[in-house]
């Protein structure tokens, strides 16, 4: 057994005969090349990907005048209801029992 060691390790199968050897040394280029090819491909589709994201990373929230306004109007019914308060409220009593 021929072991071929990189950024990925690739065998070759025992051979019978010093032609047995050849054969299974160029099937084993055969499927570096093959292994080759598969990760340019996977590398060049992840490379789109990876432009695609960030030119829709680089785009404004469009939604963003309605989260503001929903955020306001958080504020105020929050305001409304005193919750701000009753959180400080039970802040200071803890304060108070440490």
Known sequence: VLVILGGIEYRCNHAESAQGFV????????????????????????????ADIHAEAAKPFDKAARLEWLKQRQREIE??????????????ETAEVV
């Open 23 to 50: 054969r299974v040394l160029e099937n084993t280029l055969n499927r570096m090349e093959m292994v080759l090819q598969e990760e340019l491909e996977y590398l060049a589709r992840t490379e789109k990907r990876m």
């Open 79 to 92: 305001a409304e209801l005193d919750l701000n308060k009753g959180e400080n409220t039970a802040v200071e």
